[in-house]
């Protein structure tokens, strides 16, 4: 099946350190992919729509200036937190929906593992 | 517009009994719905979806789910339950007409299994 794979699976660092989290689609074309974020104990909240070659779409209330976002092929995206603080900390999942005509056309979205991000 | 509503935060069940986790659903168009397991520090595995196909969908590891549009259900069963089952269930939706795929989250729910 279509495999996501997002690494690291776990950062941790000190505050105001920028971290970047990739996300590549390995046997598929993703031209859109989106990020995540999921505080403990609750549902996935949308931060953004990455699409390929273009700026990412960004949800209500979250900060573009402090989650970059690059999707500069149709395999890869990065999130990158920008001078991070404690309250960045939380566990960011990204998922990449298959590009038509490919084997995986018209399937759902397909997620990576996550990464913890812990800021001190 | 659509929204997921996942009925249950948490439900406990001893092995090998059935497992019943309830979603009810809100969509403006036709929607798409799935089922996704989340194993702890993971991300999210599809167990099933319906598209419009068969009301009876059945998938992986013994799970399955019913579309009822007359109750805008799609619960989630499983005859038996496991103890690798315990984890946490998202239901989502999508609308069929949304260009952008995007998918809404239910809550969540948290499946216990007690030996």
């Known amino acids: 099946g279509a495999v996501v794979s997002q690494h690291p699976s776990r950062v941790i660092c000190k505050s105001g350190t920028s971290v970047k989290i990739e996300c590549r689609s390995l046997?598929?074309?993703?031209?859109?992919m989106f990020w995540y974020r999921q505080f403990p104990k609750q549902s996935l909240m949308l931060m953004a729509t990455s699409n390929e070659g273009s700026k990412a779409t960004y949800e209500q209330g979250v900060e573009k200036d402090k989650f970059l976002i690059n999707h500069a092929s149709l395999t890869l995206s990065t999130l990158t937190v920008t001078s991070a603080h404690p309250e960045d900390s939380s566990f960011y999942i990204c998922s990449a929906r298959p590009g038509t005509g490919g084997p995986y056309s018209n399937q759902p979205q397909h997620f990576g593992d996550g990464t913890r991000l812990s800021i001190l | 517009a659509q929204s997921v509503t996942q009925l249950d935060s948490h439900v406990s069940v001893s092995e090998g009994t059935p497992v019943l986790l309830r979603c009810n659903y809100s969509?403006?168009?036709?929607?798409?719905l799935f089922w996704y397991v989340q194993h702890p520090n993971k991300g999210l595995q599809l167990l099933l979806k319906?598209?419009?196909?068969?009301?009876l969908v059945k998938g992986i590891n013994g799970f399955e789910a019913e579309f009822k549009k007359s109750e805008t259900s799609f619960h989630l069963t499983k005859p038996s339950a496991h103890m690798s089952d315990a984890a946490e269930y998202f239901c989502v939706v999508s609308d069929r007409n949304n260009a952008g795929n995007m998918l809404t989250f239910g809550g969540g729910t948290r499946l216990m299994v007690k030996p």
């Open positions: 046997d598929f074309q993703a031209t859109t």
């Open positions: 319906y598209t419009s196909a068969a009301t």
């Open positions: 969509s403006s168009y036709s929607p798409s």
